[in-house]
C-alpha cells in the first residue's frame, strides 16, 4: 500500500548516457513534483505538474524532461548525464488544496550516481 | 524571496529528553504553510506537522509540537520525550506560492539530531 513509489532506488550510469525515473502515486492528487537533492542534503524543487499539465519549471537544464502520463505517473528522463547530476531525486504528490490538506508526501528517493 | 534558515547544523541530545529544533523564515506574503519533515538514515522524507499562517493554535501531532511565533518568523519544531528513532535530519520548509493547484515548497538546509542513549 505503497503511497508513492520511485523506481530505481538506486542509479549508477556512465556520464553521457541518457536514463530515466519512474514515479507512481496511489494517493489520488492531482499535483506531482519532482526534488533534487544535492550532496548537502539541500532540496530543491525542480517541477511541477497538476493533473497531467506542466506548472512549474525552475530553470532546470533542457536535459532534463519530466513526463506525465497520467496524474498518477510523473516520469524523470535526463538526457547526456553529467558528473554534476548526482542527488537524489525525489519524486512527491499533493493535493490542489490550500492548507494542511495540500501537504506533499515524498516517494523514498532515487539515488543517482554519474561516473 | 521566499526563504528558511535552520541555524543548528547538529544537535546532540540525550533520550527522553525534549528537543528544540529552531527554523526562522522570510516572507512579505500574509498566507503561507510550514511544514516539518524528517529524513530518516535510509533516506526517505517523513511528514512530521503542518502550521497555517491564520492558525491560532500552535500545531501539535503526538510528540510534535510546531512553536509558531509569527512577528518572530519563527516555526521551531519541539520533539518532546525524544527516542532512538528520532535521530536524522529534519527539514523545516514553507509552502513558497502557489499556483494552477501546484505549490512551490522552499526548505530549509536541514538540522541532524541525533539521541544519545
Known sequence: DTAVSQTPKYLVTQMGNDKSIKCEQNLGHDTMYWYKQDSKKF???????NNKELIINETVPNRFS???PDKAHLNLHINSLELGDS?????ASSQPASGPGDTQYFGPGTRLTVL | AQKITQTQPGMFVQE???VTL???????DQSYGLFWYKQPSSGEMIFLIYQGSYDEQNATEGRYSLNFQKARKSANLVISAS???DSAMYFCAMRAFQIQGAQKLVFGQGTRLTINP
Open chain 2, 22 to 28: 529552531d527554523c526562522t523564515y522570510d516572507t512579505s
Open chain 1, 66 to 68: 519530466p513526463k506525465s
Open chain 2, 16 to 18: 527522553k529528553e525534549a
Open chain 1, 43 to 49: 532540496l530543491k524543487i525542480m517541477f511541477s505538474y
Open chain 2, 83 to 85: 527516542q532512538l528513532g
Open chain 1, 87 to 91: 542527488a537524489v531525486y525525489f519524486c
